[in-house]
């Protein structure tokens, strides 16, 4: 298939293929294309919903085959990933068999299917399967993003109205019963042939998401706790408790969804109790009240926050609204969403209808009531302004107005005046504080119009903050009015008061804070997310003032509330995530020689990949290739990089990882054994592992690094326990021993317990082996051995 013509005349829709192309979409749009977008070209209503489902299936099929592509060397395509599974079903759908004429039904269903189709697309879903009166739809692959349990669950609540609306000729009310559960599973190769060809997704999740459609009533939308967790504060809940579902030992929580809540914003959603203080950020809040005192005297100024996820932009932005709250002002707030990066003046919208309150199943006239009175209210210019914003929200007028007939682009010019209209209203009657957030997301004309606010805004009481990622690209020239902060991450310090914020004052195990700080990195988010997980494990016991640790602690996984955002950024770059996943499996850190024998990629494709994630800042880059190092911009993306190979893969690349040290890079060798010996461990090759633990330990024995002897030698004593028991073994373990009791001698003391436990181990391994202790190996232990009368 060469274009978009022959793709409309593969699904019968050619017709359009002339529109298509006079407004220059191309394949590389085509999946951006939203309902609106559709409605906008003139194509019909039934062929809107068609289109919508082919662009989904075409979605999930460009993503795969490009994933395909980038693939160099045939290995397993399956991958570990969290996934939002829906089931939706039709319900009483044998009745209407029974009663229906079969072609009659197909009608119905075919118009059901539709229905649905759509509304899976415009929330970035794909369907997987279409089950009769069924349908099976993954939220989160094959692309990821930040929020897709919050799109599956806003997508099963616009199921239930939307099926209900359905217009048939059967004379009843068509309804619907939705299951939604988020959970870890392996997507694997297609599987079927031709229609039924489908992901294969093994795990729990699948499973939870049809009991939980099966368990619900007529007309209502369940979701699992992980979901719940997920969505929390964007929707209202009815708590059902655990609830009894065929193939669970013990009753499960579900949550009914009842609708969405009333939070503003993604993040006020996810902080639903009240804001807690900034850590970190006095400069960058003092900066802000400087501007602000400026805007309030009537010099507006714009302010823009760049920063990776999670860094506290938004955070700041309700902290400098509740610094303001008792001095008068008008706050006006704008959210961009990636969902409508397409949608013209999304975020001014939005706004709109809820500053003007409108509630669901109000009239058009009912809303523009309230639109009229909104805007009449704050003493905006009624005839310029109402008609306008009113054609903007496809309301009708009243007789007051008339809205002339006009080009399109005059038709623009007249609603971006009328915004700014509204806005110079609001300063006239007293300092306006504007708050437009995650501008990277914001569509074209939004951006034009925030343009055109800049040009004005010196001469109005108005200080606009604008939220973004480091990728924004501000579409305007530099002004002398506007400043740009760049937030850093937390230091250290700052990141431990943090953590104590999140437990209450409570201190935790130093090892604990050390893991929690060393894997976050300073980001806010990550320290909040990764602390309230640790928390929430059963690991730690509360004490008065502290908490200690009830069992050793394990490696920590990537909390639940980080991982699709993670993913989402790796997914964004799927034809080079592989050679991501690659470097994740060697470290922290890799160097790009190192990289180029593992992928066995061509030179030309390694370096424009690693390029791309650098671009992407995802990795930093050190040093000109071939000398080149790269470095992870945070633990958690390395783990989520690495989360996504099946173990099988993981271990082989650790395999070949190893092969490739020692055959290339015999002085890390030489210099790091522990290095190999951790990729051979990682790979399963256990026997070969303990040898370079062995090696490692002795190493850093005869530099008095005890504490890093000891730590490598427990390591190597642990392989050994996969292996088959006898001599060969006994022998081995014998040596560990004997390197690490003089160790232990010298950082615990010669009568420490753990010096002694280990020494008497050591007697019971020669008495085994009919062997007399290594009198000769070192002259403490001969003391020690005497002093214990071997």
């Known amino acids: ?52 489902r082919a662009i989904a299936e075409l979605k999930s099929e460009v993503l795969v085959s490009v994933r395909t592509a980038a693939k160099p060397a045939p290995r397993d395509s399956a991958e570990r990933r969290q996934l939002t599974v829906m089931f939706c079903d039709l319900v009483d759908s044998s009745a209407l068999a029974a009663r229906l004429d079969p072609e009659d039904l197909r009608s119905v269903i075919g118009a059901y299917h539709d229905c649905i189709a759509g509304v899976i697309a415009r929330n970035e879903g794909v369907i997987a399967r279409y089950m009769g009166d069924g349908v ?33 000729d059967i004379g009843t009310r068509l309804q619907v019963r939705v299951g939604i559960a988020t959970g870890m599973v392996v997507v694997g190769d297609l599987t079927g042939e ?48 655990p609830v009894a579902l065929k193939g669970w030992a013990e009753p499960i929580p579900a949550w009914q969804v009842l609708g969405i809540s009333g939070a503003e914003s993604r993040f006020e959603a996810q902080h639903k109790t009240r804001l807690t203080s900034l850590i970190g950020r006095d400069e960058e809040i003092e900066l802000l009240l400087r501007r602000w005192r400026h805007a309030a005297s009537g010099e507006g100024c714009v302010v823009v926050l760049t920063g990776e996820p999670g860094i506290g932009k ?3 932005a309700l902290a400098l609204q509740e610094r303001l709250q008792a001095e008068p002002h008008i706050t006006v707030r704008h959210f961009c969403s990636a969902h409508h990066a397409n949608s013209a003046l999304y975020p001014f919208i939005v706004n709109l209808e809820r500053a003007a309150r409108f509630e669901r199943g109000e009239t058009p006239t009912e809303k523009f009531a309230k639109l009229e009175a909104l805007l009449l209210r704050f003493g905006a210019d009624a005839d310029r302004v109402v008609p306008a914003l009113a054609n903007l929200l496809s309301l009708p007028l009243c007789d007051r107005y008339r809205l002339p007939e006009m080009t399109p682009q005059t038709r623009k010019d007249m609603t ?49 903050l604008i939220t973004a990622r480091p990728e924004f690209a501000p579409p305007w020239p530099g002004h002398a009015h506007v400043t740009t902060i760049s937030f850093t991450r937390l230091s250290r310090r700052n990141g431990a008061a943090l953590v104590e914020r999140v437990t209450a004052g409570k201190t935790l195990p130093e090892e604990v804070m050390h893991q929690i700080l060393a894997r976050t990195d300073g980001v806010p988010l990550f320290v909040e997310e990764l602390t309230k997980a640790v928390l929430e494990t059963g690991l730690l016991q509360e004490r008065d003032d502290h908490y200690t640790l009830s069992r ?59 390029a791309q994630l650098v671009r992407a800042e995802l990795i930093f880059c050190r040093g000109e290739i071939p000398r080149a190092v790269y470095t992870f911009k945070h633990a958690l993306v390395r783990d989520a990089a690495e989360s996504g190979l099946l173990k099988s893969r993981r271990a082989t690349l650790h395999a070949t990882i190893a092969d490739v040290f020692e055959q290339q890079f015999p002085e890390i060798v030489e210099a790091q054994p522990e290095t190999l010996a951790l990729h051979l461990t990682e790979a399963g090759l256990f026997e070969k592992a303990g040898e370079y633990w062995l090696q490692a330990g002795r190493k850093a024995a005869m530099r008095s690094a005890n504490l890093e002897a000891i730590a490598h030698l427990r390591k190597g004593i642990e ?71 071997w």
């Open 552 to 610: 050793p602690l394990p490696s920590m996984a990537i909390p639940t509330t980080l991982s699709a955002s993670l993913m989402a950024r790796l997914d964004r770059l799927a034809p080079v995530k592989y050679v991501a996943q690659i470097g994740a499996v060697v470290g922290r850190e890799f160097s790009y020689e190192l990289l180029s024998a593992v992928a066995e990629l061509p030179r030309q494709t390694l370096e424009e990949a690693l």
């Open 136 to 168: 099976l739809a993954y939220f989160g692959y094959p692309q990821a993003h930040e929020d897709d349990a919050e799109q599956a669950t806003r997508a099963g609540l616009t199921l239930v109205d939307a099926v209900a609306n359905l217009q048939t």
């Open 416 to 464: 971006l005046a009328a915004f700014l209209a509204q806005l110079e209203a609001l300063a006239a009657r007293q300092p306006v504080f504007v708050i437009f957030e995650d501008a990277h997301w914001a569509d074209p004309t939004s951006l034009e119009l925030l343009a055109i606010t800049l040009e004005k805004l010196p001469r109005l009481r108005v200080l606009l």
């Open 194 to 241: 031709g229609a039924a060809k489908e992901h294969a997704v093994i795990g729990e999740t699948p499973n939870l998401a049809a009991r939980l459609q099966q368990f619900a009533e007529p007309g209502m939308v369940l979701i699992s706790e992980s979901t719940h967790q997920l969505t929390d504060g964007h929707f209202e809940y009815r708590d059902l408790g």
């Open 314 to 316: 938004s955070h700041i």
């Open 719 to 789: 392989v050994l326990a996969h292996l088959a028991d006898g001599a060969r073994k006994d022998r081995r373990e014998l040596d560990f021993q004997f390197a690490l009791g003089p160790c232990l001698i010298a950082t615990q003391g010669p009568a420490s317990p753990h010096a002694v436990a280990i020494f008497a181990r050591a007697r019971e391994l020669c008495q085994r082996l009919e062997a007399p202790p290594r009198a000769t190996t070192n002259h403490v232990l001969v003391d020690h051995r005497e002093r214990h009368s």
């Open 1 to 52: 298939m060469t274009g978009t013509a022959e793709w409309l005349a593969s699904i019968g829709l050619g017709e359009y293929a002339q529109r298509f192309a006079e407004n220059a979409i191309d394949f590389s749009v085509v999946s951006d294309l939203t309902e609106q977008d559709l409605k906008d070209l003139g194509v019909l209503l039934g062929h809107r919903r068609k289109l919508l």
